[in-house]
């Protein structure tokens, strides 16, 4: 590297600047605070549209409500480089310093903290590649028997059944005579292949690289006025979220090891590490 | 219900009494705020399990203000042994906190289907230990900041040596990994029940955010020379003032009168 490169990947990995995009980016998130409550129904279709389709609708038709939107997208990726020369550099320093620790474990703890700086990117990584690639298909309503296609793509799916228990009991008053528990099973064709499924609210499952999330059913109200039966499924392609639950589980085992490090490896009074 | 409400009232009512020896009595005395606060805690913990009972095996809502005195009672009872420890900040936060909850009710809300996940409940538990985590980190700073002021030689000196000027920073550590683990279990919550990690329905989601950026960036601090430990003190008592303005304020309601109906039920 020569000394201009080196200067600015010195500036690009400062502590300073690391502080500065933190604070930015808390100041803005509570502007974004401000301008979400009360306009959410702006940013609700950016799950379904994606970012780019979301940015040419809604994005540049409320520039008031969404510039805080952007401007949160450039302190993510500044803190992002920030983070990856910063971590980087103390990984090699790290490494290099190897011989001064007696103990492996104590060693190999001292990675925690960049582990989780690591991680953190991964996270922001999966999350842009989720906004950026995801497919969805929102709301799509299936009556018990019908078969209904998932567009753009040459999967069937039928509602095979529809199991829904209905509260009733002293114990949580407001529930009762309602829906506290829903199993639908689901037969879903793809060419030759056919597959049972079971799906439940915070209960999806996976076929052919998509995610199925049960959005609504009904009848929700055992008395009442009798609704037919359906669910309403969200229908997910979402390429990005292997990496953020890499990421989430990558900086949990750093936090893990940092705690670790915290609680175990505390040097003793007077003992020299 | 009725119960869940008058144990909390109870519990706010005693929590005053304690703050009441804590501020009123002087020498031996005043050690008798500990009896008041103990039947306090219990009765807010009794009303804390009954909120669970009655919603589980669903999430309660907005029940942040009902949990947090007892959280940070309960993580700062052994302090409140310690005789040299100051006890006013610790008992005024506790019972500033009841009343504000007592007056300022959001409970009305019910539960909805969605939350029936253990990510759910992790998410919102491990949230309010986070958050009493972070006020108990903002209390110990302006312990410090205090100790730095007393004009005694001697008491600055000692100061140098005390665990004191670490205990913010400790207590920042764990409400950061607290709250951490919350956020990613509301992810994962989020992702199983809506198939995306974030869900824009909430404006809640940017300050819950936005706190975790902040004490990301306090954990920062010490690498900046400039930033000595007097300095860092003020940061954790920002820190627990947005803590209160962007995860407390949401969850309060509007001002109200204590139901006195529900005082006769008892």
């Given amino acids: 590297m020569d000394n201009s490169m080196k200067k600015i990947w010195k500036a690009l990995g400062s502590i300073r600047l690391t502080i500065m995009l933190l604070l930015l980016t808390v100041c803005d998130l509570a502007g974004g605070y401000l301008s979400l409550k009360g306009s959410e129904k702006i940013f609700r279709p950016l799950n379904d549209l994606g970012l780019i389709e979301w940015v040419n609708t809604y994005g540049r038709t409320y520039p008031g409500h969404t510039v805080w939107f952007f401007m949160l997208f450039i302190l993510l990726f500044l803190l992002s480089v920030n983070t990856f020369v910063c971590t980087t550099d103390r990984v090699f320093l790290l490494i290099k310093n190897r011989k001064y620790f007696t103990d492996s474990p104590r060693f190999f703890l001292k990675f925690s903290a960049h582990i989780m700086h690591y991680a953190l990117i991964l996270i922001l990584t999966g999350y842009l590649v989720s906004y950026l690639y995801a497919v969805t298909c929102s709301t799509m309503i299936i009556a018990l028997k019908q078969d209904v296609m998932i567009p753009g793509t040459e999967i069937k799916t039928r509602l095979q059944s529809l199991s829904i228990d209905y509260y009733q009991g002293d114990r949580l008053n407001f529930l009762n005579d309602r829906a506290c528990k829903v199993k639908a099973d689901l037969l879903l064709t793809s060419g030759s292949r056919e597959t049972n499924k079971t799906i439940g609210l915070n209960s999806p499952f996976w076929f052919k690289d998509f995610s199925f999330h049960l959005d609504d059913f009904a009848p929700r109200y055992r008395s009442g006025m009798q609704r037919k039966p359906y669910i309403s499924l969200i229908v997910k392609k979402d390429p990005g979220m292997k990496l953020y639950f890499a990421g989430t589980l990558l900086f949990l085992t750093g936090l893990i090891m940092y705690l670790c490090q915290w609680f175990l490896l505390q040097p003793k009074k007077g003992e020299r590490v | ?266």
């Avoid at chain 2, 805690?41 to 999430?59: E, I, K, Q």
């Avoid at chain 2, 302090?79 to 504000?100: F, H, I, N, Q, Y």
């Avoid at chain 2, 199983?192 to 824009?200: A, C, E, Q, T």
């Fill in chain 2, 1 to 266: 219900m009725f119960f869940v409400r008058n144990m909390f009232y109870l519990a706010a009512f005693f929590y005053l009494l304690a703050w009441g020896f804590v501020l009123f009595c002087r020498g031996r005395s005043v050690s008798l705020f500990r009896g008041p606060l103990w039947i306090g805690l219990f009765a807010n913990f009794l009303s804390a399990a009954g909120r669970y009972y009655f919603s589980w095996p669903l999430m309660p809502m907005y029940q942040t203000p009902f949990f947090l005195p007892l959280f940070i009672g309960a993580l700062l009872s052994k302090r409140m042994r310690d005789k040299e420890a100051g006890r006013l900040l610790p008992v005024s936060a506790v019972c500033l906190l009841s009343l504000t909850a007592v007056f300022f009710p959001k409970d009305f809300y019910l539960p909805f289907l969605e939350s029936r996940t253990i990510f759910s409940h992790l998410f919102f538990l491990s949230g309010v230990v986070g958050k009493a985590c972070f006020i108990i980190a903002g209390i110990h700073a302006i312990d410090y900041i205090c100790l730095c002021h007393a004009d005694s030689g001697r008491q600055v000196q000692k100061l140098k040596n005390s665990e004191k000027r670490n205990q913010a920073s400790r207590w920042i550590i764990w409400g950061f990994a607290f709250w951490t683990i919350s956020m990613f279990s509301g992810e994962i919550w989020s992702y199983l029940g809506w198939g995306s990690p974030v869900v824009w329905d909430d404006a809640a989601i940017l300050t819950a955010m936005a706190t975790w950026f902040y004490y990301a960036c306090f954990l920062h601090l010490h690498l900046q020379k400039t930033w000595n430990f007097k300095k860092r003190s003020y940061a954790a008592i920002l820190g627990a003032v947005l803590t209160l303005v962007f995860n407390f304020y949401s969850d309060l309601g509007r001002f109200q009168l204590p139901d006195l109906d529900y005082l006769f039920q008892l």
